[in-house]
């Protein structure tokens, strides 16, 4: 058992929230009750990973996507009241770590990532503190682009659709989960020959092409189930709390 104020405190000095400009606020969201004996953890705090928490009886509700989006609506109507009630009434506080549980050294999106892939981790670039959350690294076997598809459909459980920049194999590789094409350039100028990240939209083909870049789009949902999952095994480690992860599928 832990303390939520304790939890919270342990959780937000662990990754480093105050070296990061998000968002979204970082860390408590809504305030349940003051002890934790269980943690329920998933990717995005919807009502079915809520319903999952309150069925389990968690505590604590940890996750990556949580609320209060810059830019969104800040009046709590629709299905951000549902959600936000449903918490309230069952006492369980919502505890959200986005940037920083991309970027985290050992327990991010990213690293996580990087282990599950086989990749030996050699730099960083992107935005953020400690040369940015992407990271880049080395296989220790150039493997073709199709092999590289095939290992990532293998290991995350979905396929993900691979655009091909030139014919070349791949042996340097930069990553960033969820929504993070918007590096591919900055990929391509470090000289790597093939770069992952969650999503794909229309530009992404072409400059892949122009720049003779790999560009593979392995699912948002996909590549950002890790990082919470292992930040959520370290607490059941370091505070004797039990953490429960919900996967909840998701195509995206
Ligand atoms: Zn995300």
């Not at 991010?108 to 880049?136: D, K």
């Amino acid at each position: 058992m832990a303390s939520l104020q304790q939890l919270v405190e342990y959780c937000d000095t662990l990754l480093g929230v105050a070296d990061y400009q998000d968002y979204a606020p970082n860390g408590l969201q809504v305030e349940g009750r003051g002890e934790v004996r269980r943690i329920v953890s998933g990717v995005t705090a919807s009502q079915a990973l809520i319903e999952a928490a309150i069925e389990r009886q968690a505590d604590l509700l940890l996750v990556h996507h949580g609320y209060f989006w810059k830019g969104e609506s800040p009046v709590i109507t629709g299905i951000k009241q549902r959600r936000i009630r449903a918490l309230l009434a069952h006492n369980i506080s919502l505890l959200a770590y986005h940037l920083p549980l991309d970027g985290h050294a050992a327990l991010g999106n990213n690293a996580q990532l990087g282990r599950l892939l086989g990749i030996t981790v050699e730099g960083r670039f992107g935005s953020g503190p400690g040369g940015g959350i992407a990271m880049w690294g080395t296989f220790s076997q150039p493997l073709s682009p199709a092999d590289l598809a095939a290992r990532l459909g293998e290991r995350l459980g979905r396929e993900p659709l691979l655009l091909e920049g030139d014919g070349r194999p791949v042996r340097r590789i930069g990553w960033c989960s969820g929504g993070a094409e918007g590096y591919l350039e900055q990929a391509a100028a470090l000289g790597l020959d093939a770069y992952i990240s969650g999503e794909l939209a229309e530009p992404t083909m072409h400059i892949a092409r122009e720049l003779g870049i790999h560009y593979l789009a392995a699912g948002h949902h996909a590549t950002e189930r890790y990082g919470v999952q292992a930040l959520g095994d370290h607490l059941a480690d370091h505070f004797a709390v039990e953490n429960y992860f919900v996967d909840l599928p998701n195509p995206a």
